[in-house]
Structures are given as structure tokens and as C-alpha cells.
């Protein structure tokens, strides 16, 4: 591998740098067909069978190596790492916990919409959240129109509706929307506004913070 490789990719912050890895070498483990899909994807009834691992790989598959395969994996890859860097300095297992409670709620409403794949819709968990914190920050979208922050997510599922030229698709981009936007209302807005403090669902509990490192 270059070094340059080497170098970039040891300054990804360690969550998302983890996150990236293991969704990369997932698809291409279902591109080389050591694993299909069909053992990947969430399902109550499976999970409820004993086969307890969908519910952490369904959030690491972004489907086939593919244009939609890209975009995901970028956009995750660049926001989330910003968030980490910008929220969440040394602070991993905060970090963690949000993506964890994200998931738990993911699993909760993806029967709802029938979604067996939930990577994408966690990858927008951290794409709105760092949309609401930098609010003024002007975005330029490949090169064509530039956007303030807030507007990110709408103009990625659109275009991730486009791309796939189904609803189903933007579906999953819209469940991560809401979910970000609860993780954002328990952290910045219930927090300052009505409890005046971190909650369990703002800061991590103390044991995840000494697994980490974090204290």
C-alpha cells in the first residue's frame, strides 16, 4: 500500500475510520462471494432465531460495489469524519453511543418500511446532526450549486432518489434523517433548553468511556 494511502487513512478519526473499513471490506466479501447479501440483511424473525449478527451487519453493507456504492461511502465517509473531528475530539466513546442508540433505533422502525439494509440510513445520522451544528457553513454540491448546511440532507436523499430511481431508496435516506434529527434534539436542544445538562442519551455511560480510553 503507498504510504500516502497509509497516511490518509491513519487520519481518520478512529470511529469512522472503523466504520469505513469494515463496510469496505464487507462489499468485498459479497463481491467475491465469500458471504451473499442473504446472510447479511435484518430481520425480526431471523434475529429472533438465534442469528444475532444481522443486527450489527446490516449496517455495514452499502449493497454492491456501484455509483450508489460511492456516493454513500463518500458522503458518510466525509461528514462523519468531520463530525468526529469537530464534535467529538477525543471523545470516542461519546461518538460510539450515538451511532449505538442510532442503531437501536434504526432496528426498532426498520420493519415499518421494510428496510433489511440500514447502513445508509445510519450514515445520515451523522450527516444531519453536523448539518444542524455548522448551520452558515456553505456547501458546494460537485461543483454545481452551493447550499448552506442545513439543506445537505435534503439534497442528498434527492439525489440518492435519482440515482436510484426509486422511493424505496431515499426511504432508508429519510429514516436516518429523523433518527439524526432525535439524536440532535436530545444532545443540543433538550440538553441547553430543558434539563440544563447530558442525559444518558447525551453522554456515554462511564464504563463505555473507560473501555475507550476516554477517561
Known amino acids: 500500500m503507498p504510504v500516502g494511502v497509509e497516511a490518509w487513512v491513519a487520519q481518520i478519526p478512529p470511529i469512522t475510520r472503523w466504520w469505513l473499513g469494515i ?27 438465534g442469528q444475532f449478527w444481522r443486527a450489527g451487519t446490516t449496517f455495514f453493507y452499502f449493497g454492491p460495489i456501484s455509483l450508489d456504492f460511492v456516493f454513500h461511502l463518500f458522503f458518510f465517509m466525509r461528514y462523519s469524519r468531520m463530525l468526529e473531528e469537530s464534535s467529538f475530539p477525543n471523545r470516542k466513546a461519546d461518538y460510539f453511543w450515538l451511532l449505538l442508540l442510532s442503531s437501536f433505533m434504526l432496528l426498532a422502525l426498520s420493519p415499518l418500511f421494510n428496510l433489511p439494509f440500514l447502513s445508509s440510513s445510519l450514515a445520515f445520522v451523522p450527516i444531519y446532526l453536523w448539518s444542524r451544528r455548522h448551520p452558515s457553513t456553505p456547501i458546494s454540491l460537485f461543483g454545481l450549486i452551493t447550499i448552506t448546511a442545513p439543506y445537505l440532507p435534503v439534497a442528498l436523499v434527492a439525489f440518492s432518489w435519482i440515482l436510484n430511481g426509486t422511493w424505496k431508496a431515499a426511504a432508508g435516506d429519510l429514516m436516518g434523517c429523523a433518527v439524526g434529527h432525535v439524536g440532535w434534539f436530545l444532545r443540543d436542544v433538550w440538553t441547553r433548553e430543558m434539563l440544563g445538562g447530558t442525559s444518558v442519551f447525551s453522554d456515554a455511560p462511564v464504563r463505555l468511556k473507560r473501555l475507550f480510553g476516554d477517561i
Open 23 to 49: 463496510s469496505i471490506l464487507t462489499s468485498l466479501a459479497v463481491q467475491c462471494q465469500v458471504v451473499t447479501p442473504l446472510q447479511l440483511y435484518f430481520s425480526a424473525k431471523n434475529f429472533l432465531n
